[in-house]
Nanobody, 120 residues
Framework: QVQLVESGGGLVQAGGSLRLSCAAS????????MAWYRQEPENQRELVAT???????NYADSVKGRFTISRDNAKNTVYLQMNSLKPEDTGVYYC??????????????WGQGTQVTVSS
């Protein structure tokens, strides 16, 4: 199994910044894509940003130019730097990682979620 532990959420004023981290551990042979999603109450989980194992990134239109996703392969960790935060960025942020295990299985794991609240 592969576990993900997120950190870095909190309360910030509009215009502020936060940095989220998500560390993967367990029987990790390889990591393919890493991603961040967010979910507001009563809304569907939406994709915020992705980064492939080659470093290619993709962002939701609503966060382009403000958020930056990055990864440290040596630490099996993905980050989300969030700048110029807006109240509409409020939500629970989840990381998602997929890849292969040493046992030859494919995993697609989710973190427990971290709350981000942006006040106006």
């Amino acid at each position: 199994q592969v576990q993900l532990v997120e950190s870095g959420g909190g309360l910030v004023q509009a215009g502020g910044s936060l940095r989220l981290s998500c560390a993967a551990s367990g029987s990790i042979f390889s990591i393919n894509a890493m991603a961040w999603y967010r979910q507001e109450p009563e809304n569907q989980r939406e994709l915020v940003a992705t980064i492939t194992n080659s470093g290619s990134t993709n962002y939701a239109d609503s966060v382009k130019g403000r958020f930056t996703i990055s990864r440290d392969n040596a630490k099996n960790t993905v980050y989300l730097q969030m700048n110029s935060l807006k109240p509409e960025d409020t939500g629970v942020y989840y990381c998602n990682v997929d890849g292969g295990t040493y046992e030859g299985n494919w995993y697609d794991s989710w973190g427990q979620g971290t709350q981000v609240t942006v006040s106006s």
